[in-house]
């Protein structure tokens, strides 16, 4: 387990790392992921209609809602690992 965690910490680092910027719906996917991933289900209350950002992250994370955390860290590490390259 505390591999895995590592892993997923390291992947975290590694997306900053990347060569390019991914395109706006694979950051919604990594942030999900990665939200996910680190806290759970997703938490709080979901940003006002003019908050366009914050509306499509909190919906991008609730969607993963009920995903276990072990499988979203490892979903981020794949996609991680596939924008490497």
Not at 31 to 46: I, P
Not at 69 to 80: G, M, N, P, S, T
């Given at each position: 387990?505390?591999?895995?965690?590592?892993?997923?910490?390291?992947?975290a680092?590694?997306?900053?790392?990347?060569?390019?910027r991914p395109d706006?719906?694979t950051?919604?996917r990594?942030y999900?992921?990665y939200?996910?991933?680190?806290?759970g289900?997703?938490?709080?209350?979901k940003?006002?209609?003019?908050d366009?950002v914050?509306?499509?992250k909190h919906?991008?994370w609730s969607?993963l809602?009920?995903?276990?955390?072990?499988?979203?860290q490892?979903q981020?590490i794949d996609?991680?690992a596939?924008l490497k390259?």
């Amino acid at each position: 387990m505390a591999s895995a965690r590592l892993t997923f910490e390291q992947a975290a680092r590694d997306v900053q790392l990347l060569p390019q910027r991914p395109d706006n719906e694979t950051l919604l996917r990594l942030y999900a992921l990665y939200k996910q991933g680190s806290e759970g289900d997703v938490s709080g209350e979901k940003p006002g209609f003019f908050d366009f950002v914050g509306t499509a992250k909190h919906e991008a994370w609730s969607r993963l809602k009920g995903t276990p955390r072990e499988l979203a860290q490892q979903q981020y590490i794949d996609l991680v690992a596939s924008l490497k390259g």
